[in-house]
């Protein structure tokens, strides 16, 4: 009897860590929109590929929220999910495994006051929004977002 249990002992050594890399994973999802950048992050728990257990965490880009200020939001018509990382084993990352290219753009600087006052830009010319909306997030013109931003912060500082 004790010579039959070596070799099993010995199989479910290595087979464990096996099943363990090939079933288990923790896989994270982007999902994003291609004209604000305003997305999802998902992550799930996953055995063979089915999610046990995911929470999702929604974020939103300056340039939607200045685009909600100027009363003309992104309808996230461009919108796509893809899989960023896989965790095999829950520890090792492979295929997928991209490394974000955060946007050029920055975060948390269209503050609470900083959106104030591009209200009350676009009051002052009714043009804005629509010009914004064409400029940045259908043309991605980061020159003439750089400059949006510096008019309103120098409007600021008069103030
Ligand atoms: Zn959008
Ligand atoms: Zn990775």
């Known amino acids: 009897m004790t010579k039959r249990r070596k070799p099993l002992l010995g199989v479910a050594l290595l087979t464990l860590p096996v099943l363990w890399f090939a079933c288990f994973d923790k896989s994270w999802f982007v999902g994003e929109c291609k004209h604000c950048g305003s997305g999802q992050d998902i992550v799930q728990f996953r055995i063979v590929g089915i999610p046990l257990y995911e929470y999702a965490y929604d974020y939103e880009t300056e340039i939607q929220k200045i685009s909600i200020a100027l009363g003309n939001p992104c309808l996230h ?33 269209a503050t609470g006051k900083f959106l104030e006052q591009v209200k009350a830009s676009a009051v002052l010319d009714p043009e804005l929004p629509q010009q914004f909306k064409q400029r940045v997030l259908i043309e991605q013109d980061w020159k003439y977002l750089k400059a949006f931003k510096e008019s309103i912060e120098g ?4 103030n």
């Open 77 to 109: 018509r461009s919108y796509r999910t893809w899989h960023r990382h896989r965790y095999w084993g829950m520890l090792y990352c492979a295929a997928p495994c991209h490394n974000g290219i955060d946007r050029a753009i920055g975060k948390n600087w």
């Open 155 to 158: 409007s600021l500082t008069q």
